[in-house]
């Protein structure tokens, strides 16, 4: 797994080295800390390095902290951040939660106060992390077709009704008749606009949910079978590798490796 890249910016040396000093002793070594006392440094560092988490004095010469976030925000650089500040003034707060701050914290800075705020804000970052990656691994055969207007009235409401009820017993008998159509024709529909079979829909859409769930939660893989509507562990992992080309522990692994 890999260490977490932490930055730290603070224009105060005394600050900045008891912030690293307190996290490396929580961390045990699992955090690459860098320190930077300002941010025109800070702006050069994020430009070649990429990190897992900012924290960031808001008071500072030249450049503030705010600042700093403004300009990372118009040049696509979006890390976690954790402001850190001398002054407890609402406007610094609402303009950091503007600009997406996880915390804010006011100094002196408690040691438990500060690593409950980085334990959160990492854990927010990676949870960030899984989503993009989920959003990367979307099977481009599991369509949304609720406000596309080439799809037919009826198909949009059986893909609704499967993106609903995909954990429960579902059968084409059983949409057709939600739908209002004969099975066969429903099921011709679908092969006519999704190029895929009922069947192979809504395994799709089973899985889909499945990959999702093996990297959001700690559910194991029996709970995750369950909560997408299959109630054997061994199908559920025989259907997983045929679409995903290894099984559900394999998959989630693999993702958890990049972190």
Known sequence: MNRKKILIVDDEPRTRAGLKRTLERWSEGQFNITCLNDAYAALDYLKKHAIHLLITDIRMPEMTGLKLL??????????????ISAYSEFEYAQEALRLGVINYLVKPIGKDKLIEAVSEALRKQEQQEKSEVIAKIVDDKVVHLH?????????????????????????????????????????TLFKEELNVSFTDYLTRIRI???????????LNVTEIAEKVGYHTPKYFNKVFKELEKKTPSAFRKDIENAF
């Open 208 to 218: 889909q949910h499945a990959k999702q769930l093996l990297l959001t939660t700690d």
């Open 70 to 83: 403004t300009t990372l925000e118009k040049q696509a650089i979006k890390p976690t951040v954790i402001i």
């Open 147 to 187: 406000t596309d207007d080439t799809y037919s009235r009826s198909v949009k409401q059986a893909v609704a009704y499967i993106e609903s009820s995909f954990s429960e017993e579902i059968t084409l008998k059983k949409v057709a008749a939600h739908v209002h159509l004969n099975p066969s024709y429903l099921s």
